[in-house]
């Protein structure tokens, strides 16, 4: 049953994953808020939401656009330190009925020990420092809740992804490179399963929990059961770009991560493995969540998306170098 109107505050709320549950929550009659810098995007928000400006990482700024003001949920997208997230547990602390905070997935034991992955699979990433403090933000949830009763939930999706955020190593460079008939890269053999989780799906689960009761003090993974191989995803790619038989070269993750470094943590620490998980913790309380848009659909949006806005067509002259040097490297072998 929908708990209607309640007041709801995004923190972000233009990104990504955060733009669709926004729309959604206005959809299902709540009165929404969003406090973010207010610059520009692709994603415009809805008219009845009330815009606030401010860096959420400045706190008198963010007080000062708040002026004490109360809310029945605060759902906190752009938190990624531990300091964030406790300055969060002071400012609301006797003002928010929820607090929610977007965790990772990737916060989950890299590499997972057993599949599907469920909420009590252990957190441990040693790979990636984003994920590591995603980690000690939910530690501090964790406490306040158990020690001060604060009303947290957290929430870990996974790979989620709109129209404008190409999953591949390369993203947009991967295209260029496929259609100027040049190999892509591959992690492993591309053959592992990574779960693509469309923004407007994980919307349906996040807003589902927000004023739910029983998900205080919990946490709720949110993603789809779609899991294709990354051979999948590259090929779906590849046929929306217009590539009918792209030519793919698989180079050990390790490999990837040692000539292009920035890339290392990110696919060490989250796409290496095979990632599936079990959501039925989360479809109890949100029976209406499923996968409804897989990628094989989506690669043809995204691609169209792109064309249409050739601001987005950017290559990164780096990452182009470094898959010619993976390329010739695997050629070497």
């Not at 692709?42 to 708040?66: G, N």
């Not at 259609?179 to 994980?202: I, K, Q």
């Not at 996040?206 to 090929?235: C, E, K, R, S």
């Not at 050990?252 to 470094?261: M, W, Y």
Request: hydrophobic share 45%.
């Amino acid at each position: 049953m929908t708990r209607n109107p309640l007041d709801i505050l995004f923190l972000g709320g233009s990104g990504i994953i955060s733009a669709a549950s926004v729309r959604r929550a206005v959809a299902r009659g709540h009165r929404v808020t969003v406090l973010n810098r207010g610059r520009s995007t692709h994603r415009e928000l809805p008219a009845d939401v009330e815009q606030l400006a401010a860096d959420v990482t400045d706190d008198a700024a963010v007080d000062a656009v708040l002026d004490g003001r109360d809310f029945d949920v605060v759902a906190q997208f752009r938190a990624f330190s531990p300091d964030h997230v406790a300055r969060d547990i002071a400012r609301f602390t006797g003002r928010t009925g929820q607090y929610v905070f977007v965790s990772s997935a990737s916060a989950y034991q890299t590499p997972p020990s057993r599949l599907p992955v469920t909420e009590s699979t252990p957190l441990r990433n040693p790979y990636w420092a984003y994920s590591r403090d995603k980690i000690a933000g939910e530690d501090l949830l964790v406490r306040a809740y158990r020690e001060n009763a604060f009303p947290a939930t957290i929430v870990r999706p996974s790979h989620t992804y709109d129209r404008t955020l190409l999953p591949t190593l390369g993203a947009w460079t991967d295209v260029a490179r496929m259609r100027d008939g040049r190999p892509v890269v591959v992690p492993g053999d591309g053959t592992s399963l990574w779960t693509l989780t469309h923004t407007e799906d994980f919307a349906v689960g996040f807003v589902g929990l927000l004023g739910h009761p029983h998900a205080i003090g919990d946490t709720f993974q949110i993603m789809g059961t779609h899991a294709p191989t990354w051979n999948q995803i590259y090929t779906w790619l590849a046929a929306a770009a217009g590539v009918p038989d792209p030519e793919i070269v698989h180079v050990a993750s390790e490999t990837i991560a040692h000539v292009l470094p920035d890339v290392g943590p990110g696919l060490l620490g989250d796409k290496a493995h095979s990632m599936v998980f079990d959501c039925a913790k989360l479809q109890a309380l949100v029976p209406e969540f499923a996968t409804t848009i897989t990628y094989d659909e989506a690669a043809h949006e995204q691609i169209a998306w792109f064309d249409a806005h050739a601001a987005a067509r950017e290559t990164d002259p780096v990452l182009d170098a470094g898959f010619d040097r993976l390329v010739a490297h695997a050629g070497a072998i």
